[in-house]
């Protein structure tokens, strides 16, 4: 019976080797062939009865010439397992992966050596396509960099460069009035003004070029500071038109963050000027920023299970504000969906505030309804230079 029994055990298990996907062969420790399994049979093309009992090193003389493999070989010998990855032009190993296990009997006596061969062509040929789409992906970054920097160069000296003809334009325009007022028609210096202003307007312009240029190459001015004191710095620059308008300006909760302090100043800067110019007549601005650590969804339409940690800055105010629908076309360049002559500007400013948020590896969103206001929530992404959370907890009250 118990014969019967173990013959059964062994066919099983001669079953199951047949059925392994993997190549498995195993030696003696005279290096003879005692199992040869289907699968090594179909892919070898060599069958079990052709090699069983037969010496490994004289069916394939080319193992000699593998050091790797015949270390496998001789350290499952000495009762060590081990393993040799793939490698590329070695016998039998372009796309296979070598297991080496010593095989002993019932009472522990080492009597040979089981070699799995695990086929990885399909790891091997994806690591192949990743290499090559790194590298190719490597080029593009250096090509975009290259133009990048060489557009930034451009817009830098071109903006630049008409700077100061404007400048001189507009003060020999003024010079030419206040020296020749005398002579000049009400209709001759009204036109002479109206030239002055389209300069002003030219010079603020290439002022948001540089800006929007700027941030292009915000990487390169990371660091830690308090939001709060940029916020001071911001209100201060203001502090004219604050005073003008009565607006009331409230902060809470701004925390020390990670990113660009220029380029965060510009974004708070450019969302409060707006809330102070887009009011109706004879009202009193109301102005609230506020900062929490929120989590949001990545990808729009997802299905709100990846999500990500995010420090989102909420600008508040109490404008004209505008129909929600129009939420995305404010933030394109030169867009403006309010008339000119009533709110001057160069429709750029959101464009700069949307690439800068961006830039901190976030995006920003609008809420607004005519006659109520608006919401601008500036979502940046809470990473810093260790990796780990950019904000912490503001100290500071109300400004």
């Not at 297991?99 to 522990?108: C, K, R, S, V």
């Not at 090559?132 to 080029?139: A, D, G, I, Q």
Request: hydrophobic share 40%.
């Amino acid at each position: 019976m118990l014969d019967k029994m173990n013959e059964i055990s062994a066919n099983i298990a001669e079953m199951m080797n047949d059925a392994s996907i993997d190549r498995l062969m195993a030696i003696d420790t005279d290096w003879k062939i005692i199992a040869w399994n289907k699968t090594t049979e179909i892919l070898s093309g060599i069958l079990r009865d052709e090699v069983l009992g037969k010496n490994l090193l004289k069916v394939f003389p080319q193992l000699e010439q593998d050091e790797e493999i015949m270390s496998g070989f001789r350290l499952a010998m000495d009762g060590i397992k081990s393993f040799i990855p793939a490698a590329e032009g070695k016998f039998n190993r372009d796309y296979y992966e070598n297991h080496f296990i010593p095989l002993e009997d019932e009472d522990g006596k080492r009597i040979g050596v089981m070699n799995i061969m695990h086929d990885v062509a399909h790891r091997i040929k994806a690591e192949q396509q990743l290499h090559k789409l790194n590298e190719l992906l490597k080029k593009q970054y250096q090509q975009l960099e290259k133009t990048t920097a060489e557009l930034a160069t451009f817009t830098s000296i071109t903006s630049t460069d008409l700077k100061e003809p404007v400048k001189k334009l507009y003060t020999s325009l003024e010079l030419l009035v206040r020296s020749e007022g005398a002579n000049l028609t009400n209709h001759g210096k009204a036109g002479l003004r109206r030239m002055q202003s389209s300069l002003t307007k030219m010079n603020l312009l290439l002022d948001d070029i540089l800006a929007f240029s700027a941030a292009n190459s915000i990487g390169n001015e990371l660091e830690r500071f308090d939001l709060n004191e940029v916020l001071q710095r911001v209100l201060e620059s203001l502090r004219q038109k604050i005073a003008a308008r009565q607006a009331v300006i409230e902060a809470h909760d701004l925390p020390v963050m990670y990113g660009s302090r220029q380029m965060l100043q510009y974004l708070l800067y450019n969302l409060i000027d707006n809330a102070l110019k887009f009011q109706q007549d004879g009202n009193i601005p109301k102005i609230t920023i506020s900062a929490a650590n929120v989590e949001r969804q990545q990808d729009k339409g997802g299905d709100g299970t990846n999500l990500k940690a995010y420090l989102c800055i909420t600008v508040r105010d109490n404008g004209i504000g505008f129909a929600q629908e129009d939420a995305d076309k404010i933030f394109m360049l030169f867009e403006k969906i309010h008339p000119r002559k009533e709110y001057p500007g160069s429709g750029i400013g959101l464009t700069i505030s949307r690439k800068i948020v961006e830039a901190h590896g976030g995006f920003i969103e609008v809420e607004s309804q005519p006659g109520k206001g608006s919401a601008f929530h500036c979502c940046l992404s809470l990473m810093d230079e260790d990796g780990g959370s950019q904000a912490t907890s503001g100290e500071n009250g109300p400004a």
